[in-house]
């Protein structure tokens, strides 16, 4: 029976995606469930998966095209694919059959090499380009000889047969396009620092209190919660605590309209393999610690594998981004649009410090708060920095509610 794949229906953020890789060719089995195509959008990679068991009898977008929602992308024959593995495995011999004759007569044998660039999935394409490796060159052994991030890696510890020579003076350029998610990230930077009035306000906190609690409680928290206990949970409770007492910063601007969120949904910064996405926890000012780290938890492994939905990463009223993790002492993040600020937090550095008279040695961070001083004072700003400030050198006090 023959039927339609049609590509999936985006959200109203999303205007249309980029067919990335087709993993299954023309007449090639497939099972039911089994991803045939990668779409991809600005925000996420979305997986089109085989409607039953069968084969695909015609493509109707190539890698590279663009499709919208819900558009044909390929045609489906539902069924069991007749002579497809005996073709398959008569060809495979008959490959081996011509690389042992030439080996024979004193040839090198014929391999066959891996798909190009172009034609390999978004994380595997990431890893080439930033490698430098050229695809020609590696084996893959992904399915239908597509190339994997450990065929990449594999390859690069391997010793080059012959060096490369190159001539003195040679300087090498190479030219990539950028993905539809680092165009889009261009965008909206580029968009928010011309049509915001940003500004950065910067204060220090004593992580002391709350590394002293995380190593008393964090054995006790992980056998009971399951879950690690980071810092990230105590920042984002003491900035939902900050976004209630100060409400501008928890609002956003809509033409000559002020909106004013009653909830608290906070997007947390998290680095993948194809750029920084923004997942956001919804309600925090309802998740307790646990939860919280849960959440954070399972943003992180579906960033990694590529599985973030578009769902994931929409709304937010406010968020938290973390530059420490890559050893980043100060900067000044920039807003997410729609929303009015953004809190960033940096490396954990020992400095000393004058507490009552007497230098200490204590463990500081840096925080900053970018906002749009259209709608937030700097009065507003610096007291709600001040708050979450106050709320980590003093955590029993998010406890408490005080």
């Known amino acids: ?218 054995d006790a928290f992980e056998k009971r919660h399951g879950a690690r206990l980071g810092f990230m949970s105590f920042f984002v409770k003491a900035a939902t605590e900050a976004l209630k007492r100060y409400p501008a910063v928890n609002a956003s601007i809509d033409g000559d309209d002020i909106i004013y969120h009653g909830y608290y949904d906070i997007g947390v910064a998290v680095s993948s393999d194809r750029g920084l996405v923004v997942p956001v926890l919804r309600d925090t000012d309802r998740m307790n610690y646990a939860e919280v780290e849960n959440g954070i938890g399972a943003f992180a492994a579906k960033a990694r594998d590529g599985k973030l939905s578009i769902e994931d990463m929409t709304g937010g009223t406010f968020t938290i981004t973390n530059g420490g993790t890559f050893g980043s002492l100060l900067s000044t993040p920039i807003i997410n649009p729609p929303q009015t600020a953004i809190l960033g937090m940096h490396k954990i550095q020992e400095r000393p410090m004058a507490v009552n008279g007497q230098v200490q040695i204590l463990p500081m961070m840096y925080l900053a708060l970018s906002y749009d001083h259209r709608l937030i004072d700097g009065k507003e700003a610096v007291g709600f920095l001040v708050t979450i400030k106050e709320l980590l050198e003093e955590p029993a006090k998010l406890i408490l509610d005080l």
């Open 1 to 218: 029976m023959a039927t339609e794949i049609k590509a999936p229906v985006f959200p109203e953020s999303v205007a249309d995606g980029t067919i990335a890789t087709w993993h299954k060719k023309v007449g090639e089995a497939v099972s039911r469930d089994e991803v045939i195509c990668d779409i991809e959008t600005d925000k996420v990679v979305l997986e089109v998966v085989a409607p039953a068991d069968g084969q695909i009898t015609s493509i109707v977008k190539n890698e590279g095209d663009t499709v919208l929602s819900d558009e044909v992308i390929a045609q489906f024959e539902e069924g069991a694919v007749s002579g497809a593995s005996s073709t398959q495995a008569v060809q495979s011999e008959e490959k081996v059959e011509q690389a042992a004759a030439k080996t024979e007569a004193g040839a090198a044998p014929v391999v066959e090499r891996s798909q190009p660039v172009a034609d390999q999935a978004p994380a595997v394409r990431k890893a080439l380009t930033e490698s430098g490796v050229n695809p020609a060159e590696v084996q893959g052994t992904g399915r239908g000889g597509r190339i994997t991030k450990e065929d990449v890696a594999n390859h690069q510890t391997k010793p080059a047969a012959q060096p490369l020579s190159v001539a003195v003076g040679e300087r090498i350029e190479k030219r990539v396009p950028m993905t539809r998610l680092r165009k889009r990230v261009a965008e909206r930077l580029l968009s928010a620092t011309q049509e915001t009035a940003m500004l950065t306000t910067f204060n220090e906190v004593n992580m002391k209190p709350v590394m002293d609690m995380r190593k008393q409680y964090k």
